[in-house]
């Protein structure tokens, strides 16, 4: 069984650049899930996608999007950089099988460094 | 809106020593409770999970948590301390989402458990 992956590791980008992260979900999964974890902070839930649709979203902005490709992977996209988006971005993966809970399988994150 | 408040930001045990972390809950409905820990450079792992069915919950690696809806806490224990469990802990509360799929997590801040030897 394929664990949840995510590319690339780190990156560095200026203010005002855009940037496209990208998961892969667990094998089998059809959710997945993206979190803003800042430097000493509790992750924060950005949004989820589920069946290629957003299904849910946190407090954040319409400058952060997402898609999620017939394969469940899923790609986050953050335009108009700003210095406050430097944080660890995870992804989770979890499959909805209808019947109450299931649990949420993470990758190891990216490092976003916004200078 | 659901919300998790942990107490401590720091806990410091001595190996083989009993652990405490403490978190307590806000939440308009019957939640569903969890306990992730991430170890650095490593990504999250559920210990536990509580949703509705017995109050006290054991996990992975001797943890386990007792679930007291009139406290609104949910506070993670471990009788004897181990070296490795020195990581970063996280109480969180879902949110169940209105389009099916999973629940949006809400995290607390953490709290970081020193293990000393």
């Known amino acids: 069984e394929t664990g949840v992956t995510q590319s690339p590791t780190h990156l560095i980008k200026t203010r005002g650049q855009q940037v496209t992260l990208r998961c892969s979900s667990q094998s089998g999964h059809n959710t997945v899930s993206w979190y803003q974890q800042a430097l000493g902070q509790g992750p924060q839930f950005i949004f989820q996608?589920?069946?290629?649709?957003?299904?849910g979203r946190g407090n954040f902005p319409p400058r952060f999007s997402g898609l999620q490709f017939p394969n469940y992977s899923s790609e986050l996209n953050v335009n108009a950089l700003e210095l406050d988006d430097s944080a660890l971005y995870l992804c989770?993966?979890?499959?909805?099988?209808?019947?109450?809970?299931?649990?949420?399988?993470f990758g190891p994150g990216t490092r976003l460094t916004v200078t | 809106a659901q919300s998790v408040t942990q107490l401590d930001s720091h806990v410091s045990v001595s190996e083989g020593t009993p652990v405490l972390l403490r978190c307590n809950y806000s939440s308009s409905y019957s939640p569903s409770l969890f306990w992730y820990v991430q170890h650095p450079n490593k990504g999250l792992q559920l210990l536990l999970k509580y949703t509705s069915a017995a109050t006290l919950v054991k996990g992975i690696n001797g943890f386990e948590a007792e679930f007291k809806k009139s406290e609104t806490s949910f506070h993670l224990t471990k009788p004897s301390a181990h070296m490795s469990d020195a990581a970063e802990y996280f109480c969180?509360?879902?949110?169940?989402?209105?389009?099916?799929?999973?629940?949006?997590?809400?995290f607390g801040k953490g709290t970081h458990l020193i293990i000393q030897p």
């Open positions: 969180v509360v879902s949110d169940r989402l209105s389009g099916g799929g999973a629940d949006g997590l809400t």
């Open positions: 989770a993966s979890s499959q909805d099988l209808g019947t109450g809970w299931y649990e949420q399988y």
């Open positions: 996608y589920y069946r290629e649709e957003e299904n």
